[in-house]
């Protein structure tokens, strides 16, 4: 076993024969609320450097609840679905973006602005909690 082997295992626990996942995450920013409202989307980049990994909740402290969702087009409707887990295949990137994936953000403050940030933690099954501020930005 190569030195680079023992510390990836170290690390993950996982077996020999499937590297470590390395998530770094891009572009983070949540939708400013339409006047007043608390609820909104979330999005991002999640880009997998190494082995593949599984994203399986998103919790924020600064909402009640934050769900995984997808907007699918089904028929000419467009519908969101919720997510349980969503697979982050090795070497690849998962987008979180308008129109598809989505964090759907409830309970989020009703007087955000523009600038704030929000914190979210997800959680990915090998590769553990990540937490990353969110920018709020209004429109698309
Ligand atoms: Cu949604």
Request: aromatic content about 6%.
């Amino acid at each position: 076993m190569t030195l680079s082997t023992s510390l990836a295992l170290a690390g993950c626990g996982q077996s020999a024969d499937e590297p470590a996942s390395k998530i770094v995450i891009f572009n983070a920013w949540m939708r400013l609320p339409p006047g007043g409202r608390d609820i909104s989307a979330a999005y991002l980049v999640i880009h997998n450097n190494g082995g593949a990994d599984t994203l399986l909740s998103a919790s924020s402290p600064m909402a009640d609840d934050v769900q995984m969702h997808i907007h699918e087009v089904d028929g000419e409707v467009m519908r969101m679905r919720h997510e349980d887990s969503v697979a982050i295949p090795a070497n690849s990137s998962v987008d979180y973006k308008p129109g598809g994936r989505h964090l759907m953000m409830f309970g989020v403050p009703d007087d955000l602005r523009a600038g704030d940030e929000i914190l979210l933690t997800l959680v990915f099954e090998r590769g553990g909690e990540i937490s990353t501020y969110f920018r709020v930005k209004t429109g698309l």
